[in-house]
T-cell receptor, first 113, second 115 residues
Framework: AQSVTQLGSHVSVSEGALVLLRCNYS??????LFWYVQYPNQGLQLLLK??????LVKGINGFEAEFKKSETSFHLTKPSAHMSDAAEYFC???????????FGTGTRLQVTL | GAGVSQSPSNKVTEKGKDVELRCDPI?????LYWYRQSLGQGLEFLIY????????KSGLPSDRFSAERTGGSVSTLTIQRTQQEDSAVYLC?????????????FGSGTQLSVL
């Protein structure tokens, strides 16, 4: 079975500070890992994905995530938070091209002045 | 169409009534998903259609829930004898899994309220 765990349902950072959103996965086979973002009153959109190529993945809006097999983690980071980054972020896992995508419970990011 | 379209955008129904939610995926996308998003609960997987394969129904919460996808395109999610706990946003997503990209394109959802 595949699953992801997102530590922290709410994270608050100051504008300009480092953003770190945590995701740990469980999978019996090499996983595909994703981060999706949901801005207020908008649908979900793909931020970045890992599909067994480079372990450091760069996404849109300055976000990146690193796949660490030894830690079963895929944490999302951004060096400097912007007010526009306030949104809900979802980590997701799939175990193959034909398998379903399973989402975590989400982390709401708040950015303060 | 240009994106995934869901209808209706809002549905208010009385407990015990049946409801049908519709999803028009992006043309040519072989994979279609239904998820349910409740406040504080994240995205709960419901069902997954991939091409002509048998759908993965493992996420349907009870036999009151069913879904079909006609002609590999439009999908309908049906909830029979609705209960108050069915109130949520129902999201549809599609992807061109032929490339193995797993990039899902989401619709805006149907907000279901069961009174």
């Amino acid at each position: 079975a595949q699953s992801v765990t997102q530590l922290g349902s709410h994270v608050s950072v100051s504008e300009g500070a480092l953003v770190l959103l945590r995701c740990n996965y469980s999978s019996s086979v090499p996983p595909y890992l994703f981060w999706y973002v949901q801005y207020p009153n908008q649908g979900l959109q793909l931020l970045l994905k890992y599909t067994s190529a480079a372990t450091l993945v760069k996404g849109i809006n300055g976000f990146e995530a690193e796949f660490k097999k030894s830690e079963t983690s895929f944490h999302l980071t951004k060096p400097s938070a912007h007010m526009s980054d306030a949104a809900e972020y979802f980590c997701a896992v799939a175990t193959g091209t034909a398998s379903k995508l399973t989402f975590g419970t989400g982390t709401r990011l708040q950015v303060t002045l | 169409g240009a994106g995934v379209s869901q209808s209706p955008s809002n549905k208010v129904t009385e407990k015990g009534k049946d409801v049908e939610l519709r999803c028009d995926p992006i043309s040519g996308h072989t994979a279609l998903y239904w998820y349910r998003q409740s406040l504080g609960q994240g995205l709960e997987f419901l069902i997954y259609f991939q091409g002509n394969s048998a759908p993965d129904k493992s996420g349907l919460p009870s036999d009151r829930f069913s879904a079909e996808r006609t002609g590999g395109s439009v999908s309908t999610l049906t909830i029979q004898r609705t209960q108050q706990e069915d109130s949520a946003v129902y999201l549809c997503a599609s992807s061109s899994d032929g490339t193995g990209s797993k990039k899902l394109f989401f619709g805006s959802g149907t907000q279901l309220s069961v009174l």
